[in-house]
């Protein structure tokens, strides 16, 4: 199973963007998916979860300005990030949890996509 991750860029504070997150190869089924992003000098934090039924949670700090969706007959993830902030400047990773070839279900991780907010 791969992910690709992509919708990254530059924005100002205030702007929007989604992110994506496919994922490919041999999938037997999904469980949750996850968005977690890592700013510069900090750990890795999660942003976004969303279970196979569609239930939601989110950080505190985008709740209200972040939406995690998915489509699971694309087996893709998004993110739909409105109202940025500097502080959300960080680089996004998409994790989903699958049942792969080897017929166990395992959690998987995207590349990562920069996210740069700027003031």
């Known amino acids: 199973v791969q992910l690709q991750a992509s919708g990254g860029g530059l924005v100002q504070a205030g702007g929007s963007l989604r992110l994506s997150c496919a994922a490919s190869?041999?999938?037997?089924?999904?469980?949750?998916m996850t968005w977690y992003r890592q700013a510069p000098g900090k750990q890795r934090e999660l942003v976004a979860t969303?279970?196979?039924?569609?239930?939601?949670n989110y950080a505190d700090s985008v709740k209200g300005r972040f939406t995690i969706s998915r489509d699971n007959a694309k087996n893709t993830l998004y993110l739909q990030m409105n109202s940025l902030r500097p502080e959300d400047t960080a680089v996004y990773y998409c994790?989903?949890?699958?049942?792969?070839?080897?017929?166990?279900?395992?959690?998987?991780w995207g590349q990562g996509t920069l996210v740069t907010v700027s003031s």
């Open positions: 969303i279970t196979a039924g569609g239930g939601t």
């Open positions: 190869g041999s999938i037997f089924g999904t469980k949750s």
């Open positions: 994790k989903i949890h699958a049942l792969g070839g080897g017929l166990s279900w395992r959690h998987y």
